[in-house]
């Protein structure tokens, strides 16, 4: 009886430390995107009429096809937001930052060749062949491209991450929202976001520096 008194009021013990950890886990999500949600309010935008005039914007990279073979529609929906940019004379210049960190994996190409297809003019398009994570991108763009303000280019969730890394680095950032895929295939991504969120708060918090940086190149 003693030992069954014992087993119960372990397990009970265990119950409550389960429970905490989940609540835990729930506000620290809810606080991450809460904070970075607010933040970027009325700093980004869906209608092109609306961008001011910016000297370069800064394409966020992604993989042009999904592991199935399909095409990546937050890539190509990207893409139509580029070049409508260059197409209304929002942007002079392109920063295309995305992972290039091994054999056959080029985003920036990838993202480069397709503007290029449309018309786009290669020689207003940069990029950063490092950009692992939103965060490198964001810090690269600033020190080693050497813009103090950006226009973000990605999806709306995306740019509000962004503007938020771009603002602790003491940057001017706004961004302009691609369309958005359906809730069915944006599930994954969109709760990966909400961790890279917490993620990316903790990085300042512990000092995480971009895995590379290097010389700087000039945009003109």
Do not use: C
């Amino acid at each position: 009886m003693i030992i069954k008194k014992a087993i119960a009021k372990y397990s009970k013990r265990i119950a409550v430390s389960i429970a905490l950890g989940l609540l835990t886990v729930f506000l620290t999500l809810w606080y991450a995107n809460k904070l970075i949600t607010t933040n970027a309010y009325g700093k980004t935008y869906s209608e092109i009429k609306d961008i001011p005039i910016v000297k370069a914007g800064l394409l966020l990279g992604t993989i042009k096809f999904v592991k199935n073979g399909n095409p990546n529609q937050y890539f190509f929906y990207r893409i139509d937001a580029a070049t409508e940019l260059f197409q209304q004379g929002k942007i002079q210049y392109l920063i295309i930052s995305g992972d290039n960190s091994r054999a056959g994996y080029d985003e920036p190409t990838d993202m480069k060749n397709e503007l290029i297809k449309r018309g786009i003019d290669s020689t207003k398009i940069y990029l950063d062949y490092a950009g692992f994570r939103t965060f490198d991108s964001m810090v690269r763009v600033k020190e080693v491209f050497g813009q103090d303000s950006i226009l973000v280019i990605s999806q709306k969730f995306h740019n509000e991450r962004a503007i938020y890394i771009a603002e602790k680095l003491n940057m001017y950032a706004i961004g302009y929202n691609a369309k958005d895929v359906s809730t069915t295939s944006g599930m994954k991504t969109a709760i990966r976001e909400k961790f890279a969120r917490v993620k990316v708060i903790v990085d300042f918090m512990v000092g995480v520096e971009p895995k590379f940086l290097g010389e700087k190149i000039e945009v003109k």
